[in-house]
């Protein structure tokens, strides 16, 4: 069982696939926390950003470990060294769309994320390009999204939580300036894949996406057994 969830940044994605994934009994892989990691290593190693050889290269030699924890939610680890809080720095933030525009890191990634998806015995994947690329057979494809303004108050509320002071404005701009890279970009850009379900998130709760996400699943038959529900504890 493949699902694919792509969409914009701020569209609830990790959220929603996360549950999901729960609920279902499924891997779950945030394709983002890659480029994210890679756009990290090569800010650190002062790696041009134009230069796909060495980012593809950054992707073969670093030790990339994605991994959930019920408390602290998804953990991030390159070469053993946890930069889970580092790669959702608004430094990172600034530059991983056009870290991720290199087609030879793309390729680099996406053979990791298939590897993961075969290696599993059923994903929920999420990115940009699952649906499109990466998981072109997927079981289920949805692209989930929400107005720009919805999706800057999302991040905004998050980043305070965390401590981090940004203006309103200047995530709605950052936001606006990541769209627009991932959505022009020539290699993958961020497209609805051919026979995915839109969702408008705007005016739903997670919960709410999660829901018509198993409804949709559920009505489709492919499963033979009942999807959970919200309080089943199945291991991911
Ligand atoms: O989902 P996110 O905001 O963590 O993703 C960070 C960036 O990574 C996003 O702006 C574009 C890039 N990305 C991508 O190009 N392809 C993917 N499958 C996932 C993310």
């Excluded at 720009?148 to 701009?173: A, P």
């Excluded at 949709?216 to 499963?223: A, D």
Aim: overall charge neutral; hydrophobic content about 35%; aromatic content about 6%.
């Amino acid at each position: 069982m493949q699902i694919a969830i792509d969409g914009p940044a701020g569209a609830g994605k990790s959220s929603v696939a996360r549950e999901v994934a729960r609920r279902l009994g499924l891997k779950y892989l945030d394709t983002g926390a890659m480029y994210r990691s890679i756009t990290y290593k090569a800010l650190q190693e002062g790696i041009d950003f134009s230069n796909g050889a060495l980012l593809a290269e950054i992707a073969r030699r670093c030790n990339i470990e994605i991994c959930y924890d019920e408390a602290a939610g998804n953990r991030i680890f390159v070469d053993g060294k946890d930069i889970t809080a580092e790669i959702r720095s608004p430094e990172i933030n600034k530059h991983v769309s056009v870290v991720s525009k290199s087609p030879e890191l793309r390729s680099e990634l996406v053979f990791l994320q298939k590897k993961v998806a075969d290696k599993s015995r059923g994903i929920v994947m999420e990115g940009r390009d699952i649906g499109t690329n990466v998981l072109k057979d997927a079981d289920f494809k949805f692209f989930i999204y929400a107005s720009l303004e919805e999706r800057s108050r999302r991040r905004w509320k998050e980043m305070q939580e965390k401590g981090t002071i940004l203006s309103f404005d200047e995530v709605m701009k950052e936001i606006a300036m990541r769209d627009r890279l991932d959505q022009e970009r020539e290699f993958s850009p961020l497209t609805v894949a051919p026979g995915a379900k839109v969702i408008d998130t705007t005016p739903y709760s997670l919960d709410e996406v999660v829901e018509k996400i198993l409804n949709h699943i559920q009505e489709h038959k492919k499963f033979s057994r009942d999807i959970p529900s919200k309080n089943a504890t199945d291991e991911v």
